[in-house]
């Protein structure tokens, strides 16, 4: 089921008093969402994710725009009448239940022609528990489970009804960082396995980028861009985009085009062509430096860490946004710990340049 978001646009009552008005929570957004694909809707905290998900599932009204489900025109159905399936950060498990009986749950308000029997919803129970393996745990009660079971046991009763569309709201919030990596895979296998049209709301880039099809970047209610996770990383729209995907994150510099070159400091480091002379905000990713003797960037070295595959080379520039510049290089290439300075050259496909004020990106060609 592809689900088609038209305008829309959810407005809430400032909460702020010294700032009172409206927030504009989710502005303006109009993207369709592929028929099986997960989706993962990324942003910083406050920037509208949840209210989003929200907005599709039902549980709250838009101020403008409309929903569709394929061709249905969902925008005024309650929850229930939409066929979701929705996971949240805290399970909301009934604890006085076990397994089973929290994964029928949903089934047991089915009333008229929807309605089954005991035998009926056991069965279905026991095929959603397959899909997240929890089929030997079926009567025990949440409190005997682990933080990620218990996800599962929600995620497990979200799918039982069969939804259309599933909706997780940062599902992997609470769990330990092994059980996260963990449960994202299972996420991800279960999607594939029952090809539901999926969204994923998280503000973890690393989390969204690893299992999406397709991430939707968000900042301040703002759809900023939508495509490949590959793609957003490889060609980030804007500033905001840039900095807010990648571990270690890209590294920033003031500098300017000039005559055909691009000078961070007094040093020019890359040609370039079709920039006019300007100031530049400078990213580049820490996979973006080659270490060379002869290189046109010189840093200031702060110390070299060994990352097993990859040694991190850490250093500081003048002209540096970050306090630190973190390069990422291949563990054959040799470096003195113990130099003063750093000479990198530049990769032209790893740095971006951007308008200072607007954080837009400048597209140039690399010489
Ligand atoms: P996220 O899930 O990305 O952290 P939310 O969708 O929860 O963001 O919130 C987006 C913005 O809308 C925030 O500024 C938040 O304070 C505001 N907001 C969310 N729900 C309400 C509400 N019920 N009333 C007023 N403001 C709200
Ligand atoms: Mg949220």
């Given at each position: 089921?592809?689900?088609?978001l038209?305008?829309?646009?959810?407005?809430?009552?400032?909460?702020?008093k010294?700032?009172?008005?409206?927030?504009?929570?989710?502005?303006?957004?109009?993207?369709?969402?592929?028929?099986?694909?997960l989706?993962?809707?990324?942003?910083?905290s406050?920037?509208g994710?949840?209210?989003?998900?929200?907005?599709?599932?039902?549980l709250?009204?838009?101020?403008?725009?409309?929903?569709?489900?394929?061709?249905?025109?969902?925008?005024?159905?309650?929850?229930?009448?939409?066929?979701?399936?929705?996971?949240?950060?805290?399970?909301?498990?009934?604890?006085?239940?076990?397994?089973?009986?929290?994964?029928?749950?949903?089934?047991?308000?089915?009333?008229?022609?929807?309605?089954?029997?005991?035998?009926?919803?056991?069965?279905?129970?026991?095929?959603?528990?397959?899909?997240?393996?929890?089929?030997?745990?079926?009567?025990?009660?949440?409190?005997e489970?682990?933080?990620?079971?218990?996800?599962?046991?929600?995620?497990a009763?979200?799918?039982?009804?069969?939804?259309?569309?599933?909706?997780?709201?940062?599902?992997?919030?609470?769990?330990?960082?092994?059980?996260?990596?963990?449960?994202?895979?299972?996420?991800?296998r279960?999607?594939?396995?029952?090809?539901?049209?999926?969204?994923?709301?998280?503000?973890?880039?690393?989390?969204?980028?690893?299992?999406?099809?397709?991430?939707?970047?968000?900042?301040?209610g703002?759809v900023?861009?939508?495509?490949?996770?590959?793609?957003?990383y490889d060609?980030?729209?804007?500033?905001?985009?840039?900095?807010?995907?990648g571990?270690?994150?890209?590294?920033?510099?003031q500098?300017?085009?000039?005559?055909g070159?691009?000078y961070?400091?007094?040093e020019?480091?890359?040609?370039?062509r079709?920039?006019?002379?300007?100031?530049v905000?400078?990213?580049?990713?820490?996979?973006?430096?080659?270490?060379?003797?002869d290189g046109p960037?010189t840093?200031?070295?702060?110390?070299?860490?060994?990352?097993?595959?990859d040694i991190?080379?850490?250093?500081?520039?003048p002209?540096?946004?970050?306090?630190?510049?973190r390069?990422?290089?291949?563990?054959?290439?040799?470096?003195?710990?113990?130099?003063?300075?750093?000479?990198?050259?530049?990769?032209?496909?790893?740095?971006?340049?951007?308008?200072?004020?607007?954080g837009?990106?400048?597209?140039f060609?690399?010489?």
């Amino acid at each position: 089921m592809k689900i088609v978001l038209q305008n829309l646009t959810k407005k809430f009552p400032s909460r702020n008093k010294k700032s009172p008005g409206e927030v504009i929570a989710v502005n303006d957004f109009t993207f369709e969402i592929p028929d099986g694909k997960l989706i993962g809707l990324l942003g910083p905290s406050g920037c509208g994710k949840s209210t989003a998900l929200n907005l599709i599932c039902g549980l709250l009204k838009p101020t403008s725009g409309r929903i569709f489900f394929g061709e249905d025109d969902v925008t005024d159905l309650p929850p229930e009448h939409r066929g979701v399936g929705l996971v949240f950060q805290s399970y909301a498990l009934y604890p006085h239940l076990t397994v089973l009986k929290n994964i029928t749950f949903p089934l047991e308000n089915l009333r008229g022609a929807d309605k089954l029997s005991k035998e009926e919803m056991e069965k279905r129970a026991l095929e959603a528990a397959r899909l997240v393996q929890l089929e030997g745990l079926m009567d025990r009660k949440p409190s005997e489970l682990s933080g990620g079971q218990q996800q599962r046991v929600a995620i497990a009763r979200a799918l039982v009804k069969t939804p259309r569309v599933l909706l997780l709201d940062e599902p992997l919030s609470n769990l330990d960082a092994r059980l996260r990596l963990q449960t994202r895979e299972e996420i991800r296998r279960i999607q594939r396995q029952t090809g539901v049209t999926t969204v994923f709301v998280t503000h973890d880039q690393e989390e969204a980028m690893s299992i999406s099809d397709m991430i939707v970047v968000m900042k301040e209610g703002v759809v900023q861009q939508i495509g490949k996770p590959q793609e957003v990383y490889d060609e980030p729209i804007n500033l905001f985009v840039a900095k807010f995907l990648g571990t270690p994150p890209i590294n920033i510099f003031q500098g300017k085009v000039s005559g055909g070159q691009l000078y961070i400091g007094e040093e020019s480091v890359l040609p370039l062509r079709d920039v006019q002379d300007q100031k530049v905000t400078v990213g580049i990713r820490p996979e973006g430096f080659i270490l060379q003797e002869d290189g046109p960037l010189t840093c200031d070295l702060s110390r070299v860490e060994v990352m097993g595959r990859d040694i991190s080379v850490v250093s500081t520039h003048p002209s540096s946004e970050n306090a630190s510049i973190r390069s990422i290089i291949n563990a054959e290439t040799k470096v003195d710990p113990d130099a003063q300075t750093v000479r990198f050259a530049l990769k032209p496909r790893k740095l971006y340049l951007f308008h200072p004020q607007t954080g837009e990106r400048i597209h140039f060609t690399a010489e």
